[in-house]
């Protein structure tokens, strides 16, 4: 027995330290072992290893002699803040931390688990890709990845983190997951490399120009969050599992209330210009909202003309949804419709009430968006406040035009409380447009145009569009104080905490992807 258990211990020293050749070449890019990541993503000695022993088939693989153990990834669970998660980490210094059958059934077996347990899934991509030596099994074991991604979604959270290279269709896991995290570079990311860019079309591209962490953070949008290293990505990781629920039947994390229902905030007021021609940055009002005026952004450089962030009021994880006057003057395009709905429908998934705040000019215009099907995807974000059963406050606070206002959950599509500032527009359009189109020929007959249209904007606006217009019709519940607005808010949340809306008797929507 004491030699067994000693060459146990030998094996085991071995796996866990790696080897030494391997763990260099990887720090000298820059990146830390599998191992040294979950340490810095878990609870201290919290993680509970699987399948460490688990080694690949070398027939399979093409050459002789054993392969290692773990066969590239070290998965299993552990704890963040005491709070159970599931999680694998690619380990690149072993065969590039490629995808072969071993490889994959562990991150199968470990995906399972999650599900099982009602516990969120965190994978950390590290990989060069398929295994070329384990051909079509190799692919196999991506579709049972894929698949589990798509059975888990929408009943436990799961997060990506993207920490090297991550190719081919090994790239559409971070894809099907809820959130995405690529550290700055050494991630990359794509379908196909630039090698293959450039034999097929003659473009030349390095990895970061196709791929890297900035180009899906900013242009893409398929990076949530984009950070400058690995410690600093994995306490990101961190904080948004500490606001999230474990799973669909739970409910997020709760803080002690901090008697935000009595919170005055007078500086709101100040914040946002009564001039609805002047922009400010929607974040200033959003930190004002919400407990200690910390939030977690999501997608913050990609369609920055909306702002989707998940926060705490009164100690209760909300998701906040609200117009950027500071890009593009708030208007929807279609990048910020796809933004907000995939927020949206997250939320709504898993019971977090939504708090959305308007000031809207309406829809991009322009044959290129109507071309590239602005109707389609402005769709999404219909459908998807439409389809939300959880809480929901909406607050104007300034302009709320035409097709948008209806958009940003009105009460037509089925917002719960709708609050507006004494600044708020709630129209078809903005006056001196609707002027220019009811009042065209009589314009076009006037010997003064101008003072005319002067006057009749000021008649339009002081008769449509005065701040209790939509109140006095019962389209606003009430119009507040600014500086009350998070009390107003929290009370709202508080009010509808318990709020139950059956679902209709169907297999599902059909979303207008």
């Not at 007021?269 to 930190?287: K, N, S």
Request: glycine share 10%.
């Amino acid at each position: 027995m004491a030699a067994l258990r000693a060459r146990r211990e030998e094996v085991r020293d071995r796996i866990l330290t790696g080897a030494a050749d391997a763990v260099q070449r990887q720090r000298a890019l820059g990146k830390r072992t599998a191992r040294e990541r979950l340490e810095l993503l878990l609870d201290e000695d919290s993680f509970v290893e699987i399948d460490m022993f688990r080694r690949g088939r070398a027939e399979a693989a093409g050459r002789g002699g054993e392969l290692p153990h773990t066969d590239g990834v070290v998965a299993g669970s552990g704890t963040i803040d005491g709070r159970r998660v599931f999680v694998y980490a690619q380990d690149f210094t072993i065969l590039g931390g490629s995808l072969g059958t071993a490889h994959a059934e562990k991150i199968h077996k470990v995906m399972d688990m999650a599900l099982a347990a009602g516990a969120p899934l965190i994978g950390l991509n590290d990989s060069g890709g398929a295994r070329i030596q384990e051909g079509a099994s190799a692919l196999h074991g991506y579709g049972g990845i894929f698949r589990r991604h798509v059975q888990a979604s929408g009943v436990i959270p799961q997060i990506s983190v993207v920490m090297g290279p991550c190719a081919g269709g090994a790239a559409y896991s971070p894809a099907l997951t809820d959130f995405t995290f690529m550290v700055r570079g050494t991630a990359q990311m794509y379908l196909t490399g630039p090698d293959v860019v450039e034999a097929v079309s003659g473009e030349r591209v390095s990895h970061a120009e196709l791929g890297g962490a900035d180009v899906h953070g900013r242009l893409s949008g398929v990076a949530s969050v984009v950070c400058d290293d690995e410690e600093g990505c994995l306490e990101e990781v961190r904080y948004l599992v500490s606001m999230l629920p474990s799973n669909n039947l739970d409910t997020a994390p709760r803080t002690p209330p901090c008697g935000a229902e009595r919170d005055e905030r007078p500086r709101l007021a100040e914040i946002v210009p009564a001039d609805p021609g002047r922009p400010y940055d929607m974040r200033l009002v959003v930190a004002e909202l919400v407990d200690d005026g910390e939030f977690f952004e999501v997608h913050e450089e990609w369609a920055p003309n909306v702002v989707c962030a998940l926060a705490r009021i009164d100690g209760e994880v909300v998701g906040v949804v609200g117009n950027q006057p500071m890009a593009l003057a708030g208007v929807l395009d279609i990048p910020a419709a796809e933004k907000a709905a995939r927020f949206v429908r997250f939320c709504d998934a898993f019971n977090i009430p939504l708090v959305t705040l308007v000031d809207v000019p309406g829809f991009l215009p322009g044959t290129g968006q109507e071309h590239a099907g602005a109707i389609r995807h402005g769709a999404k974000l219909l459908y998807a406040y439409c389809e939300a059963t959880v809480p929901r406050v909406q607050v104007v606070v300034r302009k709320a035009y035409g097709g948008a206002y209806i958009v940003m959950d009105s009460r037509s599509v089925g917002s719960d409380l709708s609050l507006a500032w004494p600044t708020n527009e709630i129209a078809v359009m903005g006056a001196e447009g609707a002027v220019n189109v009811v009042h065209r020929r009589r314009l076009a007959a006037a010997a003064e145009p101008e003072r005319l249209r002067a006057e009749l904007t000021a008649e339009y606006a002081e008769r449509f569009m005065h701040p209790y217009y939509a109140a006095e019709r019962g389209l606003v519940d009430e119009v507040i104080d600014p500086a009350l607005t998070r009390a107003a808010v929290a009370r709202g949340l508080a009010m509808m905490r318990d709020k139950r809306v059956p679902g209709p008797r169907r297999k599902h929507g059909n979303v207008p992807l």
